[in-house]
């Protein structure tokens, strides 16, 4: 009786175990689809607010400070531009050891356009993910959203 109920249940088990995948926090995931830069170009409303995922080179790399009432926060911008020339805006809250012309892949949240307190978005990705790839070593940037 034992070993038929153990026969019966080690399948299920191993269903069960095999269709688990890495735990992700559910405050900080951002369900993604991978696209190319003129696919967003193209039809941008059918992203904006999406969670996106694009590979491209950084271009324009600037490092400012947002100042607050209360405080300061470091932000990141780029432009991340496929080979034909097309671009999105990326903004990273944070400075991040990114090089000009390297190949980029960066994971966020795209938005059409969208105004806050203190910046306008248009045709940008806020980044959660920033992976720079160079020749030697993978560097992986994690900027979580609020």
Known sequence: MNRNMLLMLTPVLMMILSSCSKWQNPNTALPSKELTIANILITPHAYDGAGVIVEGMVWDLDYDILVDE????????FKIADTDGNY?????EGNFPLIEGEQTRVTGLYRRDYVT?????????????????????????????K
């Open 88 to 92: 999105i805006n990326v903004f990273a």
């Open 117 to 145: 307190k203190y910046r306008n978005y248009t045709n940008e990705i806020e980044a959660k993910t920033i992976t720079l790839e160079t020749t030697s070593t993978i560097y992986k940037i994690y900027r979580y959203l």
């Open 70 to 77: 209360e405080m300061e926060v470091p932000f990141t911008t």
